[in-house]
């Protein structure tokens, strides 16, 4: 078989994501070729994503050059992927995941750890992210907390300079990063729920490309991909995204799956919860099942109030 097209977007995380698969895949006796490619999300770094619009910031681009087969395969941090893939690609592999959590982070040099806890009141704290902000707002209701952009290394940067007092991340990128020695919190992860999928990457194929398909096939965990699977379903059938502050845990176990979920209002002031156990063998349902549970606990008035503002629009 000929090199496999590895691509990827450009960020530092991303290249250090899509070097690890090529890793996995040389011991296999594969040779893989690494072309970068720029996303909207990319292009874009000042511009909240709430607030950009649309689904597949960190995907589109990707998914045009695997349909004309300029790239084998994409490789994607998988919360960035849109639970509607692209007709004609397929979520071909989905290989163990990290840790799912999410961190808190503050300057470097200080005296004691930085914790959820232990922030004074005020703080000015930065996430990228509605949920992570709606779930700071919900848990710390005194802190000031805005959106952060950059890089993992540009965003503490921001902190150690004294722009921010902490921000809160992905613990699968600060610890793929080699950063968790800068972590200074790692946050409970069935109260402080996650993205659907973070944590996990995505290999992304033509559904009709078998042969990397095959190739990619020993990478994939399945018990990984059943618990990504319930925590999509439950975004799917939320019809959330970027836009949305949605959070979803599915932990297993033998034989099955626990499935945490919530949806929340922007201001943290209100937060739906559900819990659920099914089987590993159709994590789907489990989801569904899981959604229309918040429904019923009156998630979709929050999902209405969270409509989005119109997108920034980009020539």
């Known amino acids: 078989m000929s090199a496999l097209r590895l691509g990827t977007r450009g ?48 995907t589109k681009e990707l998914d045009l050059a695997l349909l004309e087969e300029r790239i084998d395969f994409a490789v ?8 509607e893939g692209e007709p004609g690609l397929a ?19 200080r005296t004691g750890r930085t914790t959820l806890d ?4 005020g703080s000015r704290v930065g996430t990228s992210s509605l949920r992570r902000r709606a779930l700071a707002r919900a848990f ?29 991340v992905a613990a699968a990128g600060v610890r793929r990063l080699g950063l968790w020695n800068r972590v ?9 729920l996650p993205a659907p999928g973070q944590g996990a990457l995505g290999l992304v194929t033509r559904a009709d490309d078998r042969a990397t398909r095959n190739a990619l096939d020993p990478l994939d965990h399945p018990l990984s991909r059943a618990a990504v699977r319930a925590e999509r379903a439950v975004l799917a059938a939320l019809g959330g995204g970027c836009q949305t502050p949605v959070g979803a845990l599915g932990l297993t176990y033998e034989g099955g799956i626990r499935l945490w979920g919530l949806v929340a209002s922007v201001d943290g002031k209100r937060v ?17 099942g899981l959604a229309d549970l918040l429904r019923r606990r009156g998630a979709d008035e929050l999902l209405e109030e969270n409509a989005p503002a119109p997108p920034v629009s980009h020539p």
């Open 11 to 58: 960020s530092p995380l991303a290249l250090t994501q899509s070097a690890l698969v090529r890793e996995a895949l040389g011991v296999r006796g594969l040779e893989v070729e690494v072309d970068v490619i720029q996303t909207t999300g990319d292009r874009d770094r000042s511009t909240a994503l709430s607030r950009i619009g649309g689904k597949g910031l960190f």
């Open 76 to 83: 994607h941090s998988l919360k960035d992927l849109p639970t």
């Open 91 to 109: 979520l071909a592999v989905v290989p163990e995941r990290e840790d799912p959590r999410d961190v808190l982070i503050g300057p470097g040099g």
């Open 118 to 121: 232990g922030l004074a009141r």
């Open 140 to 168: 710390r209701p005194d802190w000031e907390v805005d959106d952060i952009r950059g890089n993992l290394d540009t965003r503490i940067g921001k902190v150690d300079r004294g722009e921010w007092d902490a921000i809160v």
């Open 184 to 192: 200074g919190e790692a946050l409970e992860r069935t109260a402080w």
């Open 272 to 288: 739906v919860r559900g819990d659920l156990t099914g089987g590993i063998g159709d994590p789907e349902s489990l989801g569904l």
